[in-house]
């Protein structure tokens, strides 16, 4: 039944520098149009610096598509696999060429984002409709946010049990990316966040959590979501907290905001004050996470239920029209069309994405 619903399934990455010269340049790609001091953008590379320019992610995304792979040929899911990124080599405008010489006309796409917001929901169907309009004749349905999928939720479970049962006693602080206040408010992400570290807690038979946010970029001026990691660190220390564990949920690998805001940066600040520190794991490629990508899948191809643990239902398959939409003051580059599909930005016939 795949080969007569979609012809491919697209690995969508982010994308990350390999080498210093990478830095600039794809920090330059992910901040443009954003309003984002120069400062700020150098200070960040500097984080990337600190491992030689290599981040992690393009390593993940190729280690997470060789699991996929494994996991469709062993369950006989008939999909070739590609992967293009936002922001670095692979660019989805190349695989998006590549599909196209092919022959491939509809694509499944794997957006590797857990939660709803602009930059991990509409933003990536916006970069699809922009690479689908460099070749034209391409649908591209985006697999929906997963949140709440019982895959994602039990490998948190057992990352969490994990950490704790090496640091008894320690309060877990939940970690995601912060996002502008504007943003947050119109979208779905905190109360996503919330039921998921909600999900995570008393799956692992914790009840001292918090959630917290980290890796903030916007200007001094303008409100992010809080508190941060750093600041609940300090404030834990101040409460007497015995120790903490920090699980980055928002991420689901080692990103760079993993590796030095978590990693280098929190863990310091921890050691300094002289509060026992655990960092627990991501999702990586855990095997519940990869059979869980191809349920996901199946909820296309086949026409599965779609999976849900927890007070929320799951998220839409075809996300609504009004759905995380552009911040305020962002350039605009596609706008939805009937049904929530993003149309070529060129306009020319042929493709979309939804």
């Known amino acids: 039944m795949a080969d007569q619903l979609f012809d491919a399934f697209l690995l969508v990455g982010f994308g990350g520098p390999e080498k210093r010269e990478d830095v600039i340049p794809f920090l330059e790609n992910v901040l443009r149009g954003r309003n984002v001091p120069s400062e700020r953008m150098l200070e960040v590379a500097e984080h990337y610096y600190h491992?030689?320019?290599?981040?992690?992610?393009?390593?993940?995304?190729?280690?997470?598509?060789?699991?996929?792979?494994?996991?469709f040929a062993a369950h006989n899911v008939d999909?070739?696999?590609?992967?293009?990124?936002?922001?670095?080599?692979?660019?989805?405008?190349?695989?998006?060429?590549a599909m196209k010489a092919a022959g491939v006309k509809r694509v499944l796409a794997f957006p590797t984002s857990a939660f709803s917001s602009y930059s991990g929901c509409r933003q990536y169907r916006e970069n699809l409709a922009d690479a689908v309009a460099t070749v034209g004749?391409?649908?591209?349905?985006?697999?929906?946010?997963?949140f709440n999928?019982?895959?994602?939720?039990?490998?948190?479970?057992?990352?969490?049990k994990a950490a704790m049962d090496a640091l008894p006693g320690a309060k877990i602080l939940f970690t995601a990316h912060s996002i502008p206040n504007s943003m947050a408010d119109t979208c779905s992400y905190t109360g996503q966040l919330q039921e998921a570290c909600r999900l995570v807690a008393e799956g692992a038979g914790v009840s001292d959590w918090s959630l917290v946010y980290q890796s903030r970029s916007g200007p001094p001026t303008q409100p992010w979501l809080e508190p941060d990691i750093l600041d609940a660190i300090r404030t834990e220390k101040a409460a007497g907290t015995a120790a903490v564990v920090v699980q980055p949920i928002g991420?689901?690998?080692?990103?760079?905001?993993?590796m030095f805001d978590l990693d280098y940066e929190a863990r310091h600040l921890a050691e300094e004050l002289g509060l026992p520190f655990l960092r627990a794991a991501t999702a990586g490629t855990h095997p519940?996470?990869?059979?869980?990508?191809?349920?996901?899948?199946?909820e296309y191809v086949?026409?599965?239920?779609?999976?849900a643990v927890g007070n929320l239902p799951p998220r839409p398959m075809v996300c609504p029209i009004d759905c995380c939409p552009r911040p305020a003051g962002r350039p605009t580059a596609?706008?939805?069309?009937?049904?929530?599909?993003?149309?070529p930005s060129s306009g020319r016939p042929g493709g979309g994405v939804r």
């Open 51 to 71: 491992f030689d320019g290599v981040s992690p992610i393009n390593a993940h995304c190729r280690e997470l598509l060789a699991a996929v792979t494994v996991d």
């Open 79 to 97: 999909l070739p696999l590609y992967w293009g990124n936002r922001n670095w080599d692979p660019y989805l405008g190349d695989t998006m060429a």
């Open 137 to 146: 004749d391409i649908e591209v349905t985006t697999i929906r946010r997963f």
């Open 149 to 160: 999928h019982p895959g994602f939720i039990e490998v948190m479970i057992e990352s969490a």
């Open 251 to 258: 991420f689901i690998s080692d990103h760079m905001e993993v």
């Open 288 to 298: 519940r996470f990869v059979t869980m990508v191809r349920e996901l899948v199946a």
């Open 302 to 307: 086949d026409g599965a239920p779609a999976r």
């Open 334 to 343: 596609v706008v939805a069309g009937p049904g929530g599909q993003l149309p």
